[in-house]
């Protein structure tokens, strides 16, 4: 970034620095990258919760008598399907198949849903639903500036938001409420493998809502949670993260997530032909599998380390970090086929020039109890 580009706060920016956490560009925004130690973050909400600042997501409105079919023509998923109240996890292909971005999408009425964006792709996906949105009766708005949002992430997250309102939510489910007094789309969902809550509320909100989140959380040990923790904890939990397990050069059957597009939904949608022929190839004789590993010794292996067998590479990292739950390293690759079985021996990554062994295993890495 320029020097004559500025990066964007967020309406927490100043609790953040109150707070004492270190910051960093994240897609142009300022975030907090930590408070005090990961590990600790990261500790709290498997085991107690954490409060994230989320901001810099992209939230995308869609309304209109024809908003349904606008998404199930724009997106893999058959959001037309889904009930008012309801989120669906889905992606927004090119014509070719490959992933421009996966996203939530909360139907919040008949006519209107939330499309939830990851911050590096916003522009893109808006740019996307409005030129795909031609000859449909719907509105595309981009409501970034309309929102911010505050995550409570863990297990004693339900209890903390009981405190603060009366709506009641069952999983993947999002509602407009009010928590603390203040108005907000109250959503069950979350990016940590944990339970937990996303909440949306105009900018001018965000302070007080914050505040009374940490005074209901005070005493279950919630504490203020980074981007770096999120990026432990969403590993763990085997949840893909854009330009690393998902990109414009791979399809959902590529990385495994093939389940995301609905071929039994009425109506054409962009890249239906070419997603056909991917599920079909993955049926067949699938190029590289999205795979766990976890390391033999203490080595971490980081995104582009090649994964390799009997002296041949075979595959390559796309996420790797420390796991705290697990205590050793962990990554997630992509690898041939034929290595891709948990438990197949003689697996390792190249890291600096020395092959250190790792075992194949199924993901995710970490499930939480129901």
């Known amino acids: 970034m320029s020097s004559s580009e500025q990066l964007r706060p967020t309406a927490l920016d100043a609790v953040h620095r109150a707070l004492g956490a270190t910051m960093t560009d994240f897609a142009g925004w300022d975030m907090p990258l930590r408070y005090g130690s990961e590990r600790d973050e990261h500790v709290a909400v498997r085991t107690r919760a954490g409060l994230f600042d989320l901001s810099h997501m992209g939230e995308i409105t869609v309304t209109g008598p024809e908003a349904a079919a606008l998404l199930n023509f724009a997106l893999v998923g058959n959001l037309a399907s889904a009930g008012v109240g309801r989120a669906r996890y889905t992606m927004i292909c090119r014509a070719d198949g490959g992933i421009l971005d996966d996203l939530i999408v909360y139907r919040l009425a008949e006519a209107e849903f939330l499309v939830v964006a990851n911050a590096s792709n916003a522009q893109t996906v808006l740019d996307a639903l409005r030129e795909r949105s031609a000859g449909f009766d719907a509105e595309v708005r981009d409501d970034r500036d309309a929102y911010a949002l505050i995550a409570v992430q863990g297990p004693e997250s339900p209890g903390i938001l009981k405190a603060l309102t009366d709506a009641d939510l069952a999983y993947y489910t999002g509602l407009p409420g009010t928590v603390a007094g203040v108005p907000a789309l109250i959503a069950r969902t979350g990016y940590t493998g944990e339970d937990g809550f996303e909440l949306f509320v105009e900018p001018g909100h965000a302070v007080a809502l914050w505040q009374a989140l940490t005074e209901a959380g005070a005493g279950v040990g919630l504490v203020p949670c980074g981007l770096s923790c999120r990026d432990t904890l969403r590993l763990e939990a085997g949840m893909p993260l854009y330009g690393h397990e998902l990109s414009t050069a791979l399809t959902p059957f590529d990385a495994g997530l093939g389940r995301v597009v609905k071929f039994e939904k009425e109506g054409d949608f962009v890249g239906r032909a070419a997603l056909r022929e991917a599920a079909d190839r993955a049926a067949s004789t699938p190029p590289r599998v999205l795979v766990g590993l976890v390391a033999e010794g203490r080595r971490v292996p980081r995104a582009g380390y090649q994964v390799v067998s009997g002296g041949e590479v075979i ?36 890291i600096r020039g020395s092959h250190e062994p790792y075992e194949v295993v199924a993901l995710p890495f970490y499930r939480r109890q129901k």
Do not use: C, F, K, W
């Open 315 to 350: 595959g390559e990292v796309t996420s790797g970090t420390p796991s705290p739950t697990l205590g050793r390293p962990i990554a997630m690759a992509y690898v041939d086929a034929a290595h891709a079985a948990p438990g197949t021996p003689g697996v390792g990554v190249d």
